[in-house]
């Protein structure tokens, strides 16, 4: 009878150390919570934001508009919007130059839209005196990549934050890697910049991390010991059930055959 009970206890603390192990493997929201204010979080500076500037091999698209019919026509037919729904994008060139038709080649690179804009309506107002020109980004997108829903969207407005970016994927998963997040960004000829942040602090907000700008890549990696994790406690629960089954099995069938 001592060794039965001396047994039993075995498998009794093998159960409570088994279910601690796993209870340590589960998420908490500390964890993966966003928009957390905890003291051992980074802490980001609130900065202005800045409107994206035209880079090499982005892509515009632009409406002439004007009274003189014949002109439209003409511009139309060059390739230029003109009171259609026909759209044709122009690139800037390594030079950061764009070459228009019925115009001289125009130097865009790294002004933001609304300056780029005013450029076009200007050089047009040579030729065109009531020219108004309404100016666009052709490629306003950005991509994601890693333990996320990999993809390239559209930015579907001014201003997109990373939490929205990261809402258009379907968000990061369970076992994703929120302490360590990067943005790659690129800079024309220049080399990329790489921004690493943490997505669980609430200083995220107004920071440069903040705002997601056309061409980013977004990239989010697999969390170091996150096989060794339960993704919920609903997985957690079944997985406790399952184990203490097999556990009083194996203890029935040693006391039995003992």
Not at 123 to 150: M, Q
Not at 204 to 212: F, Q
Request: proline share 4%; glycine share 6%.
């Amino acid at each position: 009878m001592k060794k039965r009970s001396t047994i039993s206890k075995g498998w009794q603390v093998a159960l409570v150390c088994y279910v601690l192990l796993v209870l340590t493997g589960c998420y908490s929201h500390k964890q993966i919570g966003f928009m957390q204010d905890l003291p051992n979080l980074p802490h980001y500076d609130t900065v202005s934001y800045h409107p994206y500037r035209l880079a090499v091999n982005d892509e515009i698209i632009y409406r002439l508009i004007t009274m003189d019919e014949t002109i439209s026509k003409a511009m139309s037919q060059g390739g230029i919007v003109a009171g259609s729904n026909d759209v044709t994008s122009y690139r800037i060139y390594s030079d950061g130059m764009v070459d228009l038709p019925f115009l001289k080649p125009i130097r865009l690179l790294g002004l933001t839209l609304a300056e780029a804009q005013d450029t076009l309506q200007y050089h047009f107002r040579e030729i065109i005196p009531d020219a108004d020109v309404k100016l666009s980004l052709y490629n306003k997108t950005f991509t994601v990549l890693g333990d996320i829903g990999a993809g390239t969207y559209e930015i579907y407005k001014d201003k997109l934050t990373i939490f929205q970016a990261l809402a258009m994927t379907g968000d990061v998963s369970t076992q994703g890697d929120r302490q360590h997040v990067r943005i790659i960004r690129p800079r024309g000829n220049a080399e990329p910049e790489i921004l690493e942040f943490d997505l669980r602090t609430n200083t995220i907000i107004d920071s440069k991390y903040y705002w997601v700008y056309p061409n980013d890549v977004i990239y989010v990696s697999r969390a170091s010991g996150s096989f060794y994790r339960v993704p919920n406690y609903s997985a957690f629960i079944g997985l406790v059930t399952s184990s203490v089954s097999l556990l009083v099995s194996v203890l029935t069938y040693t006391t039995l055959f003992d």
